[in-house]
């Protein structure tokens, strides 16, 4: 049985460009070439590393606490020397006793820096959706995309906001076509992650940094579990997944350690910045032997908490829980559970390999069934009409990003670590829908006035089976070009992937 190319660009891609549907082809085919081979990420060259981005970080930081150490140095006394502690930070330099300041260029500098972090920022997702409008391996995007919500971090936490895009670029779109086991490690020892979660300063309670806190009567941070119990509920076994309390803590101290480098490291490289901005910290690791699952783990220093995510990413839940994410993302809110269990034997018979997963989502007839639907996403929405509309994505992507948030759904800021939900009842309340018919007005009046005619557009990326009746003649008597993409982009063809 042949497959739709508009459904394999539809409800597998991100929406059709103009010419995608044409010529012949079968659309479960054209997904699994698009397997074979990574994309092309011309979009994101250039972009710094987490690395290099942590570094000039710490330097804002030391700019700017510089400038506040010279603005009161009288009223601090010989103390105006101490660096200011704020969350492991040390960076802050010394100033001799009585020297000259000037607060004013202090202060500029560390703006000067802090505007060029956030520009940095700013390219970073301008790439992103400069990439989705554009590429000729929709599939692929739309499964990265997929993983970056499934490990979603929110921007919302201010030490999270400069990596969190950093993270779907270096953590997931390496392996969206490899195994999960390696994503899962990339992504957890990711400053984005153990940043979100608190990770990068839980200590063990017996570690020696610990034991050391404790002689010197300072205070202690302690275990912090938040990412273990994430790792568990949300990103391998699911919440039903099998797994107690014993083991999200076995799990929190079997990951103690992993970090950061902080600024005081940063500082001591100099130019010579490091290539990952990952770092394990023995002195704040739990020694000895650890039970995650009634699985033994030998003290192993990091090697630990790795052999712990390895047999997670193996585990038959799972496979389970990421097998129902997929199906549910791309064929149906309730997905078929003989299309899930067949998903779920694919990936463990593979070891893990997401392509046998993709392969087996796709090669199912329920994923082509006419009873399979979708609801877009405020994002999906919006990247389908980019894609449709050929509207260019520039270097300043600031008016795409106020448009999602307008939507409810603002770049890489979900309300949880569960991510952005994924069904039609969480988009399609009466303000949402209303949003969508303003977002379709304003992307409608970007097209280019030399675009094709509304009906020709919607045909060639909706197909002709998609346009007809009540909503060809509006296409057809549409008053202004304007009028008709108006309507296109909010038309149910086009909100629904079908």
Same mark, same amino acid.
């Given at each position: 049985?042949?497959?739709?190319?508009?459904?394999?660009?539809?409800?597998?891609?991100?929406?059709?460009?103009?010419?995608?549907?044409?010529?012949?082809?079968?659309?479960?085919?054209?997904?699994?070439?698009?397997?074979?081979?990574?994309?092309?990420?011309?979009?994101?060259?250039?972009?710094?590393?987490? +690395? =290099?981005?942590?570094?000039?970080?710490?330097?804002? /930081?030391? !700019? #700017?606490?510089?400038? %506040?150490?010279?603005?009161? &140095?009288?009223?601090?006394?010989?103390?105006?020397?101490?660096?200011?502690?704020?969350?492991?930070?040390?960076?802050?330099?010394?100033?001799?006793?009585?020297?000259?300041?000037?607060?004013?260029?202090?202060?500029?500098?560390?703006?000067?820096?802090?505007?060029?972090?956030?520009?940095?920022?700013?390219?970073?997702?301008?790439?992103?959706?400069?990439?989705?409008?554009?590429?000729?391996?929709?599939?692929?995007?739309?499964?990265?995309?997929?993983?970056?919500?499934?490990? +979603? =971090?929110?921007?919302?936490?201010?030490?999270?906001? /400069?990596? !969190? #895009?950093?993270?779907? %670029?270096?953590?997931?779109? &390496?392996?969206?076509?490899?195994?999960?086991?390696?994503?899962?490690?990339?992504?957890?020892?990711?400053?984005?992650?153990?940043?979100?979660?608190?990770?990068?300063?839980?200590?063990?309670?017996?570690?020696?940094?610990?034991?050391?806190?404790?002689?010197?009567?300072?205070?202690?941070?302690?275990?912090?579990?938040?990412?273990?119990?994430?790792?568990?509920?949300?990103?391998?076994?699911?919440?039903?997944?099998?797994?107690?309390?014993?083991?999200?803590?076995?799990?929190?101290?079997?990951?103690?350690?992993?970090?950061?480098?902080?600024?005081?490291? #940063?500082?001591?490289?100099?130019?010579?910045?490091?290539?990952?901005?990952?770092?394990?910290?023995?002195?704040?690791?739990?020694?000895?032997?650890?039970?995650?699952?009634?699985?033994?783990?030998?003290?192993?220093?990091?090697?630990?908490?790795?052999?712990?995510?390895?047999?997670?990413?193996?585990?038959?839940?799972?496979?389970?829980?990421?097998?129902?994410?997929?199906?549910?993302?791309?064929?149906?809110?309730?997905?078929?559970?003989?299309?899930?269990?067949?998903?779920?034997?694919?990936?463990?018979?593979?070891?893990?390999?997401?392509?046998?997963?993709?392969?087996?989502?796709?090669?199912?007839?329920?994923?082509?069934?006419?009873?399979?639907?979708?609801?877009?996403?405020?994002?999906?929405?919006?990247?389908?009409?980019?894609?449709?509309?050929?509207?260019?994505?520039?270097?300043?992507?600031?008016?795409?990003?106020?448009?999602?948030?307008?939507?409810?759904?603002?770049?890489?800021?979900?309300?949880?670590?569960?991510?952005?939900?994924?069904?039609?009842?969480?988009?399609?309340?009466?303000?949402?829908?209303?949003?969508?018919?303003?977002?379709?007005?304003?992307?409608?009046?970007?097209?280019?006035?030399?675009?094709?005619?509304?009906?020709?557009?919607?045909?060639?990326?909706?197909?002709?089976?998609?346009?007809?009746?009540?909503?060809?003649?509006?296409?057809?008597?549409?008053?202004?070009?304007?009028?008709?993409?108006?309507?296109?982009?909010?038309?149910?063809?086009?909100?629904?992937?079908?």
């Amino acid at each position: 049985m042949s497959a739709s190319k508009a459904t394999a660009a539809n409800r597998f891609g991100l929406g059709a460009k103009p010419g995608e549907l044409e010529g012949s082809g079968d659309g479960r085919e054209i997904l699994l070439a698009q397997l074979r081979e990574p994309p092309p990420l011309d979009e994101f060259h250039g972009l710094p590393s987490s +690395a =290099v981005t942590m570094t000039r970080e710490y330097e804002q /930081l030391s !700019a #700017a606490r510089a400038g %506040r150490v010279k603005a009161a &140095p009288a009223a601090m006394g010989d103390n105006a020397s101490m660096p200011q502690m704020s969350g492991g930070d040390a960076m802050a330099p010394v100033q001799p006793a009585g020297q000259a300041v000037d607060v004013d260029q202090a202060g500029e500098r560390a703006d000067q820096m802090r505007r060029e972090l956030r520009r940095r920022q700013l390219d970073e997702f301008a790439a992103r959706y400069r990439h989705a409008s554009r590429t000729d391996r929709p599939f692929v995007e739309r499964l990265t995309q997929f993983w970056s919500n499934h490990f +979603a =971090v929110s921007i919302d936490k201010g030490d999270t906001r /400069l990596y !969190a #895009a950093a993270m779907e %670029r270096e953590a997931i779109r &390496p392996h969206v076509l490899g195994r999960f086991e390696d994503m899962l490690l990339a992504v957890e020892s990711h400053p984005a992650m153990l940043r979100y979660l608190d990770n990068s300063i839980s200590i063990g309670n017996d570690s020696a940094a610990a034991q050391r806190a404790e002689l010197m009567r300072r205070e202690r941070r302690g275990l912090n579990e938040n990412l273990a119990r994430e790792i568990l509920e949300l990103h391998t076994l699911g919440v039903d997944g099998g797994y107690r309390q014993d083991d999200v803590l076995e799990l929190a101290r079997a990951i103690t350690g992993w970090s950061t480098f902080n600024s005081r490291e #940063a500082k001591a490289a100099g130019e010579r910045i490091p290539d990952n901005a990952f770092t394990f910290r023995k002195a704040s690791h739990e020694p000895g032997e650890r039970q995650v699952l009634g699985r033994r783990y030998a003290e192993g220093g990091v090697e630990q908490g790795r052999a712990v995510l390895a047999d997670l990413a193996k585990h038959p839940s799972t496979a389970h829980h990421l097998s129902f994410k997929l199906a549910r993302h791309f064929v149906a809110d309730q997905p078929p559970p003989a299309l899930v269990k067949r998903m779920a034997q694919a990936y463990l018979s593979h070891d893990g390999d997401l392509r046998a997963l993709y392969r087996a989502l796709v090669e199912s007839q329920e994923s082509w069934a006419d009873s399979a639907r979708k609801f877009k996403t405020p994002n999906d929405f919006v990247v389908s009409a980019l894609r449709a509309g050929e509207l260019p994505v520039g270097n300043d992507a600031r008016a795409l990003i106020n448009l999602l948030s307008s939507l409810g759904q603002p770049v890489f800021t979900p309300r949880s670590p569960a991510g952005f939900p994924d069904t039609a009842a969480d988009w399609s309340s009466p303000d949402g829908l209303w949003k969508r018919i303003q977002a379709a007005q304003m992307l409608a009046a970007r097209i280019d006035p030399k675009a094709s005619a509304p009906y020709q557009c919607a045909v060639s990326v909706l197909g002709n089976a998609a346009v007809e009746g009540d909503f060809a003649i509006g296409l057809r008597r549409a008053g202004s070009l304007r009028d008709g993409y108006a309507l296109l982009f909010a038309s149910p063809a086009f909100q629904w992937r079908i």
